[in-house]
């Protein structure tokens, strides 16, 4: 590629300038090199009244995120007659969890932006050297490939908003969106800052205060702590970002027929004991080995309490072989990537989450949704999905012992379990309305 590209005549000064620094630039320069490119390449957004709504999403695997993309674009259908939604990633079993609910509202899904096979089908020559000189000076390949995946299909498709989702997707597709003049863009971000987890990547932060510099271009986060966290790292006003909670749809709460939750109860021989459950992928963010020693400070007090993980992970190995290796295998149970979510959900009597960061997890308002009283690490976005004391109680610190002694709060006090049970539905209803969801994003797409 770089061969190739010396033999062009770079007739923009400030491109030239771009690739004859190309060895010697940081990625704290990348703000200023890639404002030069858009200086003499992007395009003046327009006022546009037609064409698509455009999501962009890393994959529609079985995340948070994803659901969320998923409720948002069913949601919309009535509103917004024509969205498509690009994903990153290629279409595989761990990427299509959502797939089939939105290919049957008969939305468009485009797969495998990031893998280069798309960004000749549309783009036009001058946006592809414009990015490409980038990719020599500053962008890493991936990224670049990405970026022209993007602008291949905006150029497709004629966006008159693009909403992308997580931040590899928001610097990608958001990068993309400004070169191509999309009248309005909007960078969803769904957790805490990406400086605290090991997917950041330095020129997140340029190409983040790069966008929120151009026309059209805003920010979302769904929990006010979150909006603090990105408002601190960007050196930007908390004012400049919009918080919108995720949506929960409560026709989603499906109750299993009791011959399926007794299949579910005799499957893992749970019998008549307490179920202390934890829905989530396992991740050392989740902090499962916290978990089992939560699971451990319980069964001490309350031997006739059972604790299951459902889901999987790259740390299930590991924590099965440490479960076994505690000799506590008939009460702590990891019952790997399961569908049935409701059915388990229904079986619990406390939900429990250790996680040492969060945005606004979805799995505690699914949880309360549900009824169930919910113990969380208070962190990022957590506390703002229940109400303290009530439908929940949030634990700080990474001491198993404050965990098990919040989670035996509710085993010991059917009471406060029936509270919960009456209170959690409510709460979800009033805090994480669907529509209500639907008519800010609305509102930010600015659609007339």
Known sequence: MTQGLTRIVIKSPAVRRIYETMK????????????????????VPQSVTRGPVVHAVGSLGAGGTERQLNVAVAN????????KILCINPKVESTDFFADGLSTDRIEVVWNIGSGEHDHFFAPPSMLRCVRYLRSTSLPPEVATTVLGFISQFERFKPRVVHSWLD????????????????????????????HFPLYRPYFHPIYNLLLRSPGVVMTTNSLAGAKDYASWLGISLSEI?????????????????EELGAFRREFKLGSDAV???????????????WLEVACEVLKRRPRTKFIWVGGGPVEALLRKEIASLGIGDRVIVTGLRKDVGTALSAFSVFLL??????LPNVLIEAQAHGLPVVSAAVGGAPETFQEGVTGLGVRGSRAADYARAVTHFLDDAGAIALAKQRGPLL????????DVVDQMLALYRLE
Do not use: W
């Open 24 to 43: 010697h630039i940081s990625p704290r320069d990348l703000a200023q090199c890639i404002c030069d490119v858009r200086g003499e390449h992007a395009k």
């Open 76 to 83: 919309m259908k009535q509103k917004i007659d024509d969205a």
């Open 168 to 195: 590899y997707t928001n610097v990608s597709a958001g990068l993309a969106a400004v070169l191509s003049g999309v009248p309005r863009i909007v960078l969803g971000c769904r957790s805490m800052a990406p400086f």
């Open 242 to 258: 919009k918080v919108i909670h995720n949506a929960f749809d409560p026709s989603a709460v499906v109750k299993p027929s009791l």
């Open 276 to 290: 202390v459950g934890t829905v989530g992928r396992l991740a050392d963010e989740k902090r499962p080995f916290l």
């Open 354 to 359: 250790t996680s040492i960061q969060e945005g």
């Open 428 to 435: 979800v209803r009033e805090r994480f309305s669907v529509d």
